[in-house]
């Protein structure tokens, strides 16, 4: 069994910053890639960063590029997300993600209960 607990959010306004952080227990502890997903009302779940541990730079959506940057931190088993210049459309629920594989992140359903992130203008 594998569990996926996400901290973090919070109330901010346009041009805020905040910071998430997930923890991985269980077999996910082992997973060498982390992602941060989003779930905004009425919207599909969308991957915005993704990180893998056996190289390569990290990967962002086009919407998040350059105010976001995530990292992972091993010996600590956290990923943490770094949000900068925050919009209004930024503003849903965040989750984290671990698979072995960057391929794999669209298939992963171990879902958190995720935390909340609201942008206001």
Not at 1 to 23: D, I, K, N, T, Y
Not at 61 to 76: E, P, T, W, Y
Not at 86 to 113: H, I
């Amino acid at each position: 069994q594998g569990q996926l607990v996400e901290s973090g959010g919070g109330s901010v306004q346009a041009g805020g910053s905040l910071r998430l952080s997930c923890v991985a227990s269980g077999y996910l502890y082992a997973l060498s890639c982390r992602g941060w997903f989003r779930q905004a009302p009425g919207k599909e779940r969308e991957l915005v960063a993704r990180i893998c541990t056996y190289g390569g730079p990290p990967d962002y959506a086009d919407s998040v590029k350059g105010r976001f940057a995530i990292s992972q931190d091993v010996a600590r088993n956290t990923v943490t997300l770094q949000m900068n210049s925050l919009k209004p459309e930024d503003t849903a629920t965040y989750y984290c993600a671990a698979v072995r594989r960057m391929s794999e992140f669209q298939n992963f359903n171990n879902w958190g209960q995720g935390t909340q992130v609201t942008v206001s203008s």
